[in-house]
Structure formats: structure tokens, C-alpha cells
């Protein structure tokens, strides 16, 4: 009897628990099975097809050039390097930097651009304040 009352009150409560939690859509009912991200379809900032991304009149200059697919540390890499390689003053300095960096987005910029671009600077957890 006891056991089957503390079923009973679990059951009521993770009920309730399950009924009142939001989601983000205004109908509060839960995201679709294509995904969490309602609205990517109609975003103004994501787009699907390089086409759709080349669109942008900023963008007129590049519109026919190549493209090329790269995941996103080969992509900080890639701007990174047309950073250093458009501007002279240009450095990038801080942990393990010279060596590819602690996420490898900077891997083979210091052989690139020289040691006096892309250097390794000292770090001390005592030294960090902010």
C-alpha cells in the first residue's frame, strides 16, 4: 500500500514537472524532430547553399571565386593567415601559439610568417588578473 502511494505521488509530480516545462516555441509545444534551432529556415544570418551566402552585395567581389569546404579550425587558421598576410603589422602572440596553439588554430603560421609574428608568450596563472 505504501509503496504503491509513493508511485502514485511520483508519478503526479514528475506529471507536473514534465507539464509545466517551456519550450521555445510561442505554442509551447516541442521542437520539431528536424531540429532545436526553430527558424534557421527563415534566418537572415544563416544560409543554406554557397549561393544563398555569396548573395550579400559586401560579397559581389568574391561571388564567382572558389570556394573551398574547411571545418572551423582549418577556417581560423585560413583568416589568421590572410590577417598576417595583409597587413605587416600584424602579430599574434600568446599560449603555445608557436607551436599550433592549444586548439592547433594557429598550426604553421609561425613557419609562414616567422617566428617575430607568431610567437609564444609567457604565461603564469599568478600573472592573469582581470
Do not use: W
Request: proline share 4%; with cysteine.
Amino acid at each position: 500500500m505504501l509503496s504503491a502511494l509513493r508511485s502514485r505521488v511520483f508519478h503526479t509530480r514528475a506529471s507536473t514537472k514534465l507539464a509545466s516545462r517551456a519550450f521555445a516555441s510561442a505554442s509551447g509545444t516541442p521542437p520539431p524532430a528536424e531540429g532545436f534551432m526553430q527558424g534557421v529556415a527563415t534566418s537572415k544570418f544563416i544560409k543554406a547553399t554557397k549561393e544563398e551566402c555569396l548573395a550579400h552585395p559586401e560579397l559581389a567581389s568574391v561571388k564567382n571565386s572558389e570556394t573551398q569546404k574547411m571545418n572551423y579550425f582549418t577556417a581560423v587558421n585560413d583568416a589568421l593567415a590572410t590577417a598576417l598576410a595583409t597587413d605587416d603589422k600584424a602579430v599574434i602572440f600568446g599560449e603555445d601559439v608557436g607551436f599550433g596553439g592549444v586548439f592547433r588554430c594557429t598550426i604553421g603560421l609561425s613557419e609562414k610568417f616567422g617566428r617575430e609574428r607568431v610567437f609564444n608568450m609567457p604565461l603564469t596563472e599568478q600573472g592573469i588578473i582581470g
